[in-house]
């Protein structure tokens, strides 16, 4: 039976008992705690711990599986693997431990037609649950079923996670693929007794300290080798021979022109190729690209063992690359990523195998003189610093160099090399230090640039280019291609795109393939050297390995470039206008407008600012060349081109330069001619800081539209005033004027209004004291002018001897008091009084002895203060008569 059809009959068994059947999901499991997916269960994690609630509770899968902890056993065994399938049927909170055996029993038994009679199940030694189904339900004799310890029978993901005791379906291969050893039993680790199912009853959660905690349910998880059994059902000795490792295993054997079987030990370099081949295939169509870290690295090691195992067996040429191909064919169709990722592998595959190639070649010259010399010194052991040299400068893994060791007979000083490795680590910490602390690039834009090398930039040339898509990137995964609606971001071996720097944004445009187009929505530098695209498909897809045109959006760059100029002689002309002091600090250049930040004490005077702009108008006007050069830095600083304060530069700058005008430092793009800038219009100019100032600027059509916008301004006022626009200077003084007069008019008519008041429009209370008129009275909204102006008439026209008014408006009270002379000359003061009355309102005043005003607040109050006033002026003068 094919591999194939196991896996169709296998996932059609439990779908018809109500599984649904569900997709493998990728290698990169969506687990922070997890590198590579190792099991079926991995995608139902949240399930089991009862985080998400799943639309079903049965599930089925065949699902591709990495697990590299055995990797020194692959090729060794019958049986391990680094990649692997695992059919799995699950169970969230529905059926439990009778189902989940009875079901695996049938499927092998019944469905695939095993010998019950080969068969030993295990259990945990503490499940008598699981013991009684067996033994009692399935009816499985007691001298084939086994009790095992936690190591055998409790199943974990890890440290931490779902878990749970187990129960494993074992097959017994017979005596001659034994050890011999009197001890030979289930459990035991040779090749006779193969573990061909493992059902876990998944019942707890284990936290950071090792404690168990029961899950909300209790779930069922398994695991049936998908190679395993077919190895069993295709009566073949190991998994390397079951129908699709075999293709594998053959294409390695046509490639090297070994014969399989005839030795042992190319036997097991032909099982790593074959083995390998299918992980890193895998791998890769699931977007990891090789690197020194995590998941990238466990990729690269498999990567270099294949090569490394292809050169022992004598394949002196790049072959991976065909390997890669065969897997496609035999595990293409129940895999279409693989089909669909064939380029976007291959390529990756090859630059590794290339650059490993070169690594492997200089390492292993070095090892071999390494050797010798031991061998004639009668060393035993390869020295710390011959494995750290390999490692550090010639890239040579650990692990390959403890390989040859033994290879070799050799030991190896594997503490001296950790010593030298902590050494290097410090040192390069300390300089990390030194130069400040950087931020790390992110591990997906390292792996890109380590594996297509920089971005070429074509655009200072150019603005259309062709190229070649190296690498799609998605949420932070590199993928092999992209389909309408999805943003992705794009990188390319060249390109026109300038990526954002120096202030200057990132470009926009198209990338087109073959098969679609993508907008670029902005391009930007994730690393040094690299160039990203960020870009949304908008029509069919665009596939790795795609040869592509790339063409910028013209009219903005145009745009960009003439800001980007501007800047240039802007800063030219800050510094021949306000001195050398005012220098660069900072800019920004869009398409739209830029913004330059300089240093100066002072705001700009208008006329500063507008000799500036002047200057920079000139040197458009007159039209001069611009043009860009790369050179040392040494020579740069020897013209005087201006570097910008605290910027790091290499040994190699490129120098912008405009005439014999102005040089500066800069990567930017800019127009050929200042010519093109057209026009300069400076918008703003501020502070942005102690002795730090912010122009903004237009140029070209801007500018042009910033001073049209301006002049219909003018032109909308002087119509509406209705004269031309050349008398609108006279005309808007002359309604200054009116103003004016029209002001003081009012003012008159103000105080007309307060005559007619005094002369009878208020209700004045009157007190006599002495015989004297004491006239006070509430009216509402004066001001102090017009209460003062009121007092002074009512006195003279009602010839009182005293007013007091009040006024509030709102809650704050006016007050004023006018006393006569005689008053005054009987010792009042106005003052006085205006203070005691507004002490009411919690306030205050002042004045002259004879009119005086003050405030406070409170409104209702206001009658008792103006009473305050009269009674005192009643007690003074009755008083004094007493
Ligand atoms: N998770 C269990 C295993 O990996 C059963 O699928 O063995």
Redesign the pocket.
């Known amino acids: 039976m094919k591999s194939a059809e196991i896996r169709t009959r296998f996932l059609e068994y439990f779908r018809e008992r109500g599984h649904r059947v569900v997709k493998s999901s990728s290698l990169i499991p969506d687990d922070p705690t997890l590198l590579l997916t ?4 991995v995608q139902f994690k949240p399930y089991f711990l009862g985080l998400v609630k799943p639309e079903f509770t049965r599930a089925t899968t065949c699902q591709k ?1 990495v697990r590299t902890t055995d990797i020194e056993k692959v090729g060794r065994t019958a049986r391990h693997l680094t990649f692997f399938e ?1 059919l ?1 049927n699950f169970s969230f909170g529905d059926y439990y431990k009778k189902e989940a055996i009875l079901w695996a029993w049938e499927f092998l038994t019944v469905e695939m037609g095993l010998d019950p009679n080969r068969m030993y199940c295990s259990v945990f030694r503490e499940d008598e649950e699981a013991y009684l189904i067996w033994r009692d339900v399935v009816g499985v004799p007691e001298d084939r079923l086994v009790r095992l310890g936690e190591e055998d029978n409790f ?1 974990d ?1 890890g440290t931490t996670g779902p878990c749970g005791p ?1 129960s494993e379906i074992i097959y017994d291969l017979g005596q001659e693929f034994g050890c011999g050893k009197p001890e030979c039993r289930v459990g035991c680790d040779c090749d006779r007794y193969l573990e061909l199912w ?3 009853f ?1 019942q707890f959660d284990r936290d950071e300290k090792g404690e168990l905690h029961p899950l909300p349910a209790k779930n069922i ?4 080798g998908l190679e395993r059994l077919a190895s069993v059902l295709q009566g073949v000795a190991t998994n390397f021979e079951t129908d699709n490792l075999a293709a594998v295993l053959e294409a390695v054997c046509r490639l090297s022109g070994v014969r399989y079987g005839e030795d042992e030990e190319s036997d097991v370099s032909l099982k790593i190729v074959a083995d390998h081949s299918r992980a890193f295939t895998f791998m890769v169509g699931d977007g990891i690209l090789p690197s020194n870290e995590d998941r990238g690295y466990i990729l690269r090691r498999l990567i270099r063992r294949a090569v490394r195992h292809g050169r022992l067996l004598g394949i002196d040429r790049l072959f991976l690359p065909e390997l890669v191909d065969v897997v496609v064919e035999t595990m293409g169709e129940a895999y279409p990523e693989l089909q669909q990722n064939r380029a976007f592998i291959n390529s990756i595959v090859r630059s590794e195998e290339e650059r490993f190639t070169q690594t492997l070649r200089s390492g292993l010259t070095y090892f071999r003189q390494a050797v010798e010399k031991l061998r004639v010194e009668g060393g035993r052991t390869i020295p710390g610093e011959v494995a750290f040299h390999l490692h550090d400068t010639l890239g040579f893994p650990l692990e390959l160099t403890r390989e040859l060791a033994r290879e070799e007979g050799f030991a190896l000083d594997e503490e001296g090399f950790e010593a030298l490795m902590e050494e290097q680590r410090e040192r390069a910490r300390a300089a990390r230090l030194e130069e400040g602390y950087s931020a790390p690039i992110q591990e997906i834009y390292a792996e890109v640039l380590e594996n297509f090398g920089e971005s070429e930039f074509t655009g200072y040339e150019t603005v259309s280019d062709h190229g070649r898509l190296v690498a799609l990137v998605r949420e932070g995964r590199a993928v092999a291609q992209a389909s309408e609606g999805e943003e992705v971001e794009l990188f390319l071996d060249r390109t026109p795109f300038y990526g954002e720097m120096g202030g200057q944004v990132g470009d926009t445009g198209f990338v087109r393939s073959p098969s679609g187009e993508a907008r670029v929505l902005d391009a930007y530098r994730p690393a040094k050297g690299l160039i990203s695209h960020r870009a949304r498909v908008e029509r069919g897809k665009l596939v790795v390995g795609d040869a592509v045109d790339a063409e910028v959006d013209q009219e903005r760059r145009r745009a960009v470039q003439r800001n980007h100029t501007a800047t240039h002689l802007l800063h030219y002309a800050l510094r021949q206008v306000l001195g050398e002091h005012a220098k660069q600090a900072g800019s920004l250049v869009e398409p739209q407008r830029l913004r330059f930040d300089f240093t100066h004490y002072a705001p700009l005077t208008r006329e500063e600012l507008h000799r500036v702009e002047e200057l920079a108008n000139r040197l458009i006007i007159e039209d001069y060349p611009v043009r860009a050069y790369v050179t040392t830095y040494e020579y740069a600083v020897s013209i005087n081109a201006v570097a910008l304060f605290g910027e790091k530069y290499g040994d190699y700058v490129r120098v912008v330069e405009v005439d014999e005008i102005s040089r500066e430092l800069c990567g930017g793009t800019h127009v050929a001619r200042t010519g093109e800038i057209g026009l300069l219009a400076v918008v703003s100019e501020g502070s942005i800081g102690a002795n730090m100032r912010r122009i903004e600027a237009v140029t070209g059509t801007e500018a042009y539209r910033y001073f049209r916008r301006r002049m219909e301004m003018l032109e909308d006022m002087a119509n509406a005033l209705r004269v031309d626009l050349d008398g609108l200077p006279q005309r808007v003084e002359r309604l200054r004027q009116r103003v004016r007069e029209l002001e003081v008019e009012l003012r008159r008519k103000e105080r007309e209004g307060m005559a007619a008041l005094a002369d009878g429009g208020i209700s004045w209370q009157e007190d006599r004291p002495a015989g004297m008129s004491v006239l006070y009275a509430e009216v509402p909204g004066l001001d102090a002018q017009a209460l003062r102006e009121l007092a002074e008439r009512t006195l003279a026209r009602r010839k009182a001897a005293a007013i007091a008014v009040a006024s509030p408006e709102g809650e704050k009270v006016g007050l004023v008091v006018a006393l006569s002379p005689q008053l005054v000359d009987a010792g009042l003061s106005a003052v006085e009084l205006v203070r005691k009355a507004a002490a009411v309102l919690g306030g205050g005043g002042g004045g002259r002895p004879d009119m005086a005003v003050g405030g406070g607040s409170g409104r209702e109050k206001a009658g008792e203060a103006l009473r305050l006033v009269s009674a005192e002026i009643r007690r003074t003068l009755e008083g004094a008569h007493a």
């Open positions: 190792n099991a079926g269960m599986c695992m799995g199943w993901m187990c493992n059902l876990v998944m998880d398994t695991g049936l």
